[in-house]
């Protein structure tokens, strides 16, 4: 007779999990302004990240997850991340910063989920345009 192994506490698991990482983005934010108060220090920060010290406090605040999708989307739409990576590391740090910053990422979940990204993310991705241009390069 086989168990299966079953969580007692799923909601309980999934809330202290949030939790913790509600706190690590916390730490996170509080590094970064204890360098806020040297703009010196934030200005060369963000400067070695190839942005702005206001786009490194919002890439802060939207937290380690804000480009999750963009891997996904990659392979949805055929394009091998790795070897972006390879050939244009800049652009894909690009690509990730602006999947940050995305405020569709709910639209994009559904579609990824659907398996309709590859058909439509040009109407609401802001990566659409690069996208567009790495799948030409390939």
């Keep these: 007779m086989t168990t299966t192994q079953r969580e007692p506490y799923p909601f309980v698991t999934k809330v202290i999990d949030l939790f913790g990482d509600w706190l690590k983005q916390r730490r996170e934010l509080s590094e970064l302004m204890g360098c ?78 659907a398996g309709t990204a590859a058909t439509n993310y040009v109407e609401y991705c802001g990566n659409a345009d690069t996208i567009d241009m790495v799948r030409f390069k390939s």
């Excluded at 804000?66 to 590391?89: C, F, K, Q, S």
Aim: aromatic share 4%.
């Design 36 to 113: 806020a108060a040297d703009p010196g220090e934030l200005g060369r920060v963000a400067r070695d990240l190839n942005v702005t010290p206001a786009d490194l406090e919002m890439l802060v605040r939207q937290g380690s997850d804000g480009a999750n999708e963009l891997p996904y989307a990659l392979t949805a739409l055929g394009i091998d991340e790795a070897a972006v990576w390879r050939a244009e590391p800049a652009l894909l740090r690009d690509m990730e910063r602006v999947c940050s910053f995305c405020t569709h990422k709910r639209r994009c979940h559904q579609e990824l989920a």
